[in-house]
DNA sequence: ATATATTTGTGTAACTATAACGCAAATTAA
DNA sequence: TTAATTTGCGTTATAGTTACACAAATATAT
């Protein structure tokens, strides 16, 4: 091609779990290469030549961390000149969700190193990548009020107030459990089943609960809309 | 640097106009280079290795057409690999609404023409850029009812029901009257003004009003949020 | 000139959703 | 055995939304 542009292009992924010990986790990895080597980073690298964006974001995490994601969608695309120190890089960001079941990020090739790290205890980052952990938690809580993705947080079978806890720590406000549960049961999309929760303290056991992915997409298709204000 | 990656970036720009007569509209330019020469396309072009992304865009839209944006945001990268028969292309697109008074294009250098089309009626496009504009039109829907950008869309000073017509155009659904005109002007940031509207048609001539932007950013630091479901 | 259609402005009543609570039941911890 | 903790279910007051009715001021048709 005629034009001379000397720009990278590179994917990274912001990937959230959450539990209700510790609360919201970031995965990173430990860079092995220059620049910021030994430093932490997102998970992340060059796309191919012939890969779609998503592709590419796929391709890394499994090389880097290998987690099972649950949800992913592209968050943001960085640009600004002097990110990368090496070179101009631009850099388009997914924003991912993942379950506790598949949180253990498996040894890996690529990276010295990979770990869930506490949003509230974070290494120094390596680029401007603590700006974007930043934007995509700004994601996270934007997003949880108008679309059921923190079930993508959860595992399959959850006591309720582990629901409840989620939303209190990602809308960093409180709620009142008798109203949360109240609105969340009137949407129609969660589900009591019949098992009792494992007990983890004192005080009443409880049932587990289900959230049903298949009658939240057909009450969607006829115009349904997902909103929790609680 | 090490890597070897032959993909190029651009920034392209999807602007959205608004008038009562002929509701939505977009900019589009006429390509005057293959690919796709002498064919409608959304206006944008290569990054420079200097300059941010925000910078490109500007620039590429003065080359191209010369109008006032009015609001600007980062809509979504677009980076399949075959969107361009040249090369790999990832693309950068931006969100913009103009206002009416800004809205002539005016002639231009790097543009065989440039022209607003509406919404109804767009020409074959180049590229993916009817899929992208698609997408634009998703974002200017929803974001349109919980912060108020509409008023980019409008004059300084409008009649009311130009407020009510463009919700309902954008929405794509009818609103009662008087319902939208309490639910607007009881969050506070619309005024009333000591002005008649200019007579358009038959009926009742009404007031002019105003958005306050500035009361709008007062409240919304104190936690106010806009929202417009009526 | 007069009647008709059109548009703006204001209001009210029924219904629905949200917020703020109370209290009993089932368990662990003291 | 008692106290503390957590779950489950409910009620009431307030706020917000929806569905209407009607008068006023103008252009348009007759």
Redesign the pocket.
């Known amino acids: 091609m005629k034009i001379k542009q000397e720009i990278y292009i590179t994917v990274d992924a912001v990937l959230f779990g959450y539990s209700r010990e510790s609360g919201i986790s970031v995965l990173l990895i430990k860079r092995k290469i220059e620049p910021f080597i030994h430093k932490w980073a997102l998970p992340g690298g060059f796309v191919k030549d012939n890969e779609s964006l998503e592709d590419a974001v796929m391709r890394e995490l499994n090389e880097e961390a290998g987690v099972k994601i649950n949800y992913l969608e592209q968050l943001y695309t960085f640009g600004k000149p002097d990110r990368d120190p090496r070179a101009r890089v631009v850099s388009v960001v997914y924003f991912g969700l993942v379950k506790p079941d598949s949180y253990k990020p498996s040894a890996s090739t690529d990276a010295e190193d990979a770990a869930w790290f506490n949003m509230d205890h974070l290494p120094k980052l390596a680029f401007d990548h603590k700006t974007i952990i930043q934007t995509a938690l700004e994601r996270l809580r934007g997003k949880i009020t108008y679309e059921p993705i923190g079930f993508d947080l959860l595992p399959a079978k959850f006591?309720?107030?582990d629901l409840e806890k989620l939303y209190i720590t990602v809308l960093g406000r409180d709620l009142?459990?008798?109203?949360f549960?109240?609105?969340v049961m009137g949407l129609g999309i969660v589900e009591?089943l019949d098992e009792k929760a494992p007990?983890t303290?004192?005080?009443?056991?409880?049932?587990l609960y289900k959230f049903n992915r298949d009658k939240y997409q057909k009450l969607k298709k006829d115009g349904f809309s997902f909103?929790m204000?609680?």
Request: hydrophobic letters at 20%; zero cysteines.
């Open positions: 006591p309720f107030s009142d459990r008798r109203n549960k109240k609105k009591e007990i303290s004192a005080g009443r056991p409880g049932n909103e204000n609680a």
